[in-house]
Protein backbone atom coordinates (compact mmCIF):
# COMPACT_ATOMS: atom_id res chain seq x y z
CA UNK A 1 0.00 0.00 0.00
CA UNK A 2 1.01 3.54 -1.08
CA UNK A 3 1.93 5.43 2.27
CA UNK A 4 3.25 8.88 0.85
CA UNK A 5 3.57 10.87 -2.61
CA UNK A 6 6.00 13.24 -2.54
CA UNK A 7 5.12 15.60 -5.51
CA UNK A 8 6.72 18.70 -4.30
CA UNK A 9 9.44 18.23 -6.57
CA UNK A 10 6.94 17.24 -9.78
CA UNK A 11 5.00 20.22 -9.37
CA UNK A 12 7.94 22.78 -9.10
CA UNK A 13 9.26 21.02 -12.15
CA UNK A 14 5.89 20.72 -14.10
CA UNK A 15 5.22 24.73 -13.13
CA UNK A 16 8.77 25.62 -15.26
CA UNK A 17 7.04 23.57 -17.98
CA UNK A 18 9.21 20.59 -17.58
CA UNK A 19 8.09 17.32 -18.89
CA UNK A 20 8.39 14.79 -15.88
CA UNK A 21 8.66 11.28 -16.63
CA UNK A 22 8.45 9.03 -13.67
CA UNK A 23 8.89 5.30 -13.34
CA UNK A 24 6.33 3.88 -12.37
CA UNK A 25 5.81 0.33 -10.17
CA UNK A 26 8.37 0.95 -7.49
CA UNK A 27 8.55 2.98 -4.22
CA UNK A 28 10.94 3.17 -0.95
CA UNK A 29 9.74 1.01 1.85
CA UNK A 30 10.21 2.21 5.60
CA UNK A 31 13.52 1.33 5.31
CA UNK A 32 14.69 3.11 2.74
CA UNK A 33 14.96 -0.41 0.43
CA UNK A 34 13.54 0.14 -3.05
CA UNK A 35 10.32 -2.12 -3.73
CA UNK A 36 8.02 -3.23 -5.88
CA UNK A 37 4.00 -2.31 -5.89
CA UNK A 38 3.69 -5.98 -7.61
CA UNK A 39 1.43 -6.96 -10.46
CA UNK A 40 -0.52 -3.54 -11.28
CA UNK A 41 1.87 -1.56 -10.02
CA UNK A 42 2.36 0.91 -13.23
CA UNK A 43 -1.26 1.54 -12.94
CA UNK A 44 -1.16 2.29 -9.77
CA UNK A 45 2.20 4.60 -9.51
CA UNK A 46 -0.06 6.53 -12.54
CA UNK A 47 -3.32 6.67 -10.10
CA UNK A 48 -1.40 7.69 -6.90
CA UNK A 49 0.77 10.34 -8.54
CA UNK A 50 -2.18 11.58 -10.74
CA UNK A 51 -4.33 11.62 -7.09
CA UNK A 52 -1.18 13.44 -5.29
CA UNK A 53 -1.09 16.35 -7.95
CA UNK A 54 -4.77 16.63 -7.64
CA UNK A 55 -5.19 15.92 -11.83
CA UNK A 56 -8.29 16.35 -13.13
CA UNK A 57 -8.29 12.63 -14.63
CA UNK A 58 -5.46 9.81 -15.28
CA UNK A 59 -4.87 9.18 -18.56
CA UNK A 60 -3.72 5.36 -19.23
CA UNK A 61 -1.81 4.85 -22.44
CA UNK A 62 -1.58 1.17 -23.32
CA UNK A 63 -2.08 -1.29 -26.34
CA UNK A 64 -6.07 -1.87 -27.13
CA UNK A 65 -7.92 1.07 -27.62
CA UNK A 66 -9.93 0.29 -24.23
CA UNK A 67 -12.12 -1.46 -22.02
CA UNK A 68 -14.20 -4.75 -23.95
CA UNK A 69 -16.90 -6.68 -22.45
CA UNK A 70 -14.26 -9.50 -23.10
CA UNK A 71 -10.83 -9.84 -24.52
CA UNK A 72 -11.06 -8.62 -28.04
CA UNK A 73 -7.94 -11.09 -29.24
CA UNK A 74 -9.69 -13.99 -28.28
CA UNK A 75 -13.50 -13.09 -28.81
CA UNK A 76 -14.34 -11.63 -32.01
CA UNK A 77 -17.99 -10.66 -30.60
CA UNK A 78 -16.63 -8.40 -27.61
CA UNK A 79 -17.60 -4.91 -27.88
CA UNK A 80 -15.99 -1.68 -26.23
CA UNK A 81 -17.56 0.16 -23.53
CA UNK A 82 -17.38 4.59 -24.12
CA UNK A 83 -18.23 4.32 -20.03
CA UNK A 84 -17.79 2.51 -16.76
CA UNK A 85 -18.23 2.93 -13.40
CA UNK A 86 -15.26 2.10 -10.72
CA UNK A 87 -18.09 -0.60 -9.48
CA UNK A 88 -18.74 -1.63 -13.15
CA UNK A 89 -15.05 -2.38 -13.58
CA UNK A 90 -14.39 -4.49 -10.14
CA UNK A 91 -18.07 -6.29 -10.28
CA UNK A 92 -17.02 -7.41 -13.62
CA UNK A 93 -13.29 -8.30 -12.77
CA UNK A 94 -12.54 -6.43 -15.99
CA UNK A 95 -8.99 -6.50 -16.24
CA UNK A 96 -7.87 -4.14 -18.08
CA UNK A 97 -6.31 -2.15 -15.24
CA UNK A 98 -5.19 -3.63 -11.49
CA UNK A 99 -7.92 -3.26 -9.13
CA UNK A 100 -6.13 -1.20 -6.61
CA UNK A 101 -5.56 1.18 -9.16
CA UNK A 102 -9.39 0.78 -9.76
CA UNK A 103 -9.87 1.13 -6.01
CA UNK A 104 -7.79 4.60 -5.74
CA UNK A 105 -9.67 6.25 -8.56
CA UNK A 106 -12.45 5.36 -6.95
CA UNK A 107 -11.11 6.44 -3.53
CA UNK A 108 -10.02 9.74 -4.67
CA UNK A 109 -13.21 10.52 -7.10
CA UNK A 110 -10.51 10.44 -10.03
CA UNK A 111 -11.55 9.84 -13.61
CA UNK A 112 -9.48 7.01 -15.91
CA UNK A 113 -9.46 7.14 -19.67
CA UNK A 114 -7.63 3.68 -20.81
CA UNK A 115 -7.01 3.79 -24.56
CA UNK A 116 -4.39 2.99 -27.18
CA UNK A 117 -1.68 4.84 -26.81
CA UNK A 118 0.57 2.88 -29.57
CA UNK A 119 -1.80 3.93 -32.55
CA UNK A 120 -0.55 7.11 -33.54
CA UNK A 121 -2.05 10.66 -32.93
CA UNK A 122 -4.07 9.19 -30.51
CA UNK A 123 -1.91 11.04 -27.63
CA UNK A 124 -2.74 14.16 -29.27
CA UNK A 125 -6.16 13.18 -29.27
CA UNK A 126 -6.87 13.06 -25.90
CA UNK A 127 -5.07 15.60 -24.53
CA UNK A 128 -6.83 17.78 -26.84
CA UNK A 129 -9.95 16.68 -25.16
CA UNK A 130 -11.30 14.13 -27.99
CA UNK A 131 -13.64 11.33 -26.52
CA UNK A 132 -11.38 8.23 -27.46
CA UNK A 133 -10.93 4.83 -25.67
CA UNK A 134 -12.91 4.01 -22.04
CA UNK A 135 -13.88 6.74 -19.69
CA UNK A 136 -14.12 5.15 -16.19
CA UNK A 137 -15.39 7.08 -13.58
CA UNK A 138 -18.19 7.91 -11.11
CA UNK A 139 -20.96 8.42 -13.43
CA UNK A 140 -21.03 8.92 -17.04
CA UNK A 141 -20.64 12.96 -18.51
Known amino acids: RIKNIDAQAIRSELK ?3 IVVVAGFQGVDEDNNITT ?3 GGSDTSAVALAAALKADQCDIYTDVDGVYTADPEK ?3 ATRYAF ?3 KQVLNDGLR ?8 L ?3 HRLPIIVFDGTKPGNILRAVMGEKIGTLVG ?3 P
Open 16 to 18: NGT
Open 84 to 86: LTY
Open 96 to 103: VMDATAIS
Open 138 to 140: ERE
Open 75 to 77: DPS
Open 105 to 107: CME
Open 37 to 39: LGR
